[in-house]
């Protein structure tokens, strides 16, 4: 089981993350990870995909609570239940995340793994601790490293990811949401500038100018 760190801390990593893979990587079907700030009038929406089948998507609602889902494809537990889990993990989603467990852009046909956080509560939840497939192993916690883990860890990825040097200092600034620099992208990417990711990185993911 994976510790997802608390609501504010998740939001200002998961939108670093999608900050770093737009600095290395401006093409964005080859980033792992990505950030819509505008998902819905009410939502913000991170998301993980590796290319090869394992993905998350992690839903921020202004109301407070926050969902996360997605699958490991060479896990235990998808191995062994498939669809059954899938639906098992819906089926135990609490009513506020209604909408959340219905959404088709999640493909919650192919789920092996759900989290929630609901504000009355002030923790997160495991969805499939509350099902019958709770003793399979799932594979989450590979796929959420980056969610909980330090700079290095993120550097050391990137580097063997996008084959190209990342210092895991240039990592630190932008997990603590310091200023987006010329000299930082010029260090991450020298093949990009501000002017060419602005947009994206400031309207679309929402890291702070």
């Not at 191995?79 to 989603?93: C, E, R, T, Y």
């Not at 939840?125 to 980056?146: C, I, K, P, Q, V």
């Not at 991450?188 to 993911?205: Q, T, V, W």
Request: glycine letters at 4%.
């Amino acid at each position: 089981m994976t510790l997802l760190p608390a609501i504010p801390e998740l939001l200002r990593r998961t939108k670093a993350l999608a900050a770093l893979d737009l600095i290395l990587s401006p093409e964005w079907e080859y980033r792992y990870y990505s950030f819509n700030s505008v998902w819905s009038p009410s939502e913000q929406m991170a998301s993980m995909r590796d290319g090869c089948g394992d993905e998350w998507w992690l839903v921020f609602h202004s109301d407070g609570w926050a969902a996360l889902k997605g699958l490991a494809h060479e896990s235990e537990a998808w191995s062994k239940a498939g669809d059954k889990i899938s639906a098992a993990l819906q089926a135990v989603m609490p009513p506020a995340l209604v909408d959340f467990a219905r959404e088709p852009a999640f493909r919650w046909d192919s789920t092996g793994f759900a989290y929630f956080y609901l504000p009355s509560k002030q923790h997160w939840n495991r969805a499939n601790d509350l099902t019958t497939f709770s003793a399979l192993d799932a594979g989450e916690d590979e796929l959420l490293r980056h969610l909980c883990g330090n700079p290095s860890d993120y550097a050391v990825f990137a580097e063997d990811y996008y084959e190209r040097a990342v210092s895991a200092e240039d990592v630190a600034q932008v997990f603590r949401h310091a200023p987006i620099t010329k000299g930082l992208i010029s260090s991450l990417n020298p093949d990009i500038s501000l002017k060419d990711i602005a947009h994206e990185l400031f309207i679309e993911i929402g890291y702070p100018r």
